[in-house]
C-alpha cells in the first residue's frame, strides 16, 4: 500500500533524498529552511510503501501578482517506472496545490529529457510551462575523474587560464564564515553593475547561506592576490553533487584569471566529501548566441564538460482561467528578457 505524509524530521528526509543518485541540493531540507526563512511556506511530503520511503518531494508556495503557485524545483524523487506510484505522487501534488489556493504546480524534476520523460507529464495532465524553473540545462563533469583527466578534456584555453593564475600566484581559501557571504554580497552588486543583471538582495544570499551553513553543506571560495578579493565561488556540497551555485568577480578577476583556481579546490573538496558529480549549472545552446548567457556557457564548456538537460518546467494547470493570465505574462517577460 502506497501512502504520504508530511516530513517532519531532517535526519528521515536527507537519509533518503542525499543517497537518490540524481539528487541535488534543491530537493534537500536546508533548503526549505532557506524558504521558511524568507517567510514562504512549503510543502515536504515523503512516499511510503508498506512504512518504507520510496519517494519524496518538496516545493515552495510563490506569491506573484500574475498568481499563487507551487513550485518543485528538482523533484519529484520517485520511481519514473512505476505508473501508479507517479500517478499517486502527481495526484498529491495537485492536492497540495489546491490546498495552498495555488493557480498551478510548476514541476521541474531531477530527470533527463526524453521522449518517455516528456510522455510521462503529459499522461499525467501536465503542459510545458512558459518559462523554466532552476536550470533545465546543465555542464556536468565526473569527479570520480582525477584532476589530470578533466584537465586533459579541458580546451587549451582553459588550461592557458589556469597557468595564468598560478604564475600570478593567485591565493585560494574556502570558508564558511560571516566575512565571506559579506564580501560576496559587495561582488556581486559590483558584478551586476558591470554585467548589467539584477543582483540578488543581501538578504537572499544571506539567508540562503546561513541554511546550508546550518547543514556543514556551503563554502564561499575566493581567489586573491596582494589581499585583494579577484573572484569567490559560492558552492553546495549535497548528496552525491557539488554545485557550483553562484559566482562572481571583479575586473581584476578576469585580467588574473581567478575562477580556473577556484574550481580545482572545490572539486578536490567534492571528491573529498564523496560526491561523484561537479554541476557548473546553467548553459544554454552553442547555436543561442544571442542569448545573455552564452558567454558563461562557453566558459562551462570550456572545462569539458557533459551537457545534461534535465526535463523541462510542466504545469499542473488548477485553475485555468486565471492560468491564461499567467501564460501572457511570463511569455511576455520572456521575450524581454531575452531568455
Given at each position: 500500500m502506497i501512502n504520504l505524509k508530511d516530513a517532519t524530521s531532517k535526519s528521515e528526509w536527507d537519509d533518503f533524498v542525499a543517497k537518490r543518485p540524481e539528487a541535488n541540493f534543491l530537493q534537500s531540507w536546508d533548503f526549505y529552511e532557506f524558504h521558511i526563512a524568507r517567510?514562504?511556506?512549503?510543502?515536504r511530503r515523503l512516499v511510503l510503501e508498506n512504512n518504507k520511503i520510496v519517494g519524496?518531494?518538496?516545493?515552495?508556495v510563490e506569491t506573484a501578482k500574475r498568481g499563487t503557485y507551487l513550485a518543485i524545483a528538482g523533484g519529484p524523487l520517485i520511481d519514473w517506472d512505476n505508473k501508479k506510484l507517479i500517478k499517486i505522487v502527481f495526484d498529491d501534488i495537485k492536492k497540495a496545490g489546491l490546498k495552498n489556493s495555488c493557480v498551478f504546480v510548476r514541476v521541474r524534476p531531477q530527470l533527463e529529457l526524453s521522449e518517455k520523460s516528456l510522455k510521462i507529464m503529459t499522461e499525467n495532465g501536465l503542459v510545458k510551462a512558459p518559462m523554466y524553473l532552476s536550470v533545465e540545462y546543465a555542464g556536468?563533469?565526473?569527479?570520480?575523474?582525477?584532476e589530470e583527466e578533466i584537465l586533459a578534456g579541458a580546451s587549451q584555453g582553459f588550461r592557458r587560464k589556469l597557468r595564468k593564475a598560478k604564475?600570478?600566484?593567485?591565493?585560494?581559501s574556502a570558508l564558511a564564515d560571516d566575512d565571506s557571504i559579506k564580501n560576496f554580497c559587495k561582488l556581486e552588486k559590483m558584478h551586476a553593475e558591470r554585467q548589467k543583471y539584477v543582483a540578488f538582495s543581501t538578504n537572499f544570499l544571506t539567508k540562503q547561506f546561513e541554511a546550508f551553513r546550518n547543514g556543514g553543506e556551503v563554502l564561499i571560495y575566493t581567489a586573491k592576490k596582494d589581499g585583494e578579493i579577484l573572484a569567490q565561488n559560492f558552492m553546495i556540497f549535497y548528496g552525491p553533487e557539488a554545485s557550483y551555485h553562484?559566482?562572481?568577480?571583479?575586473?581584476?578577476g578576469t585580467k588574473y584569471s581567478a575562477a580556473p583556481l577556484l574550481h580545482l579546490a572545490a572539486?578536490?573538496?567534492a571528491r573529498k566529501r564523496g560526491c561523484v558529480r561537479y554541476n557548473l549549472w546553467g548553459i544554454v545552446g552553442k547555436e543561442e548566441t544571442s542569448h545573455r548567457f552564452y558567454g558563461v556557457s562557453e566558459f562551462k564548456r570550456s572545462f569539458g564538460c557533459e551537457e545534461l538537460k534535465y526535463t523541462p518546467a510542466h504545469d499542473l494547470v488548477l485553475k485555468p482561467l486565471?492560468?491564461?493570465?499567467?501564460?501572457?505574462?511570463?511569455?511576455?517577460?520572456k521575450k524581454k528578457r531575452h531568455i
Open positions: 517567510g514562504n511556506k512549503v510543502v519524496a518531494y518538496a516545493g515552495v556536468i563533469l565526473d569527479l570520480n575523474k582525477s604564475k600570478n600566484e593567485v591565493e585560494i553562484y559566482g562572481v568577480s571583479s575586473e581584476l572539486m578536490e573538496e486565471k492560468y491564461q493570465v499567467t501564460k501572457m505574462i511570463e511569455n511576455a517577460r
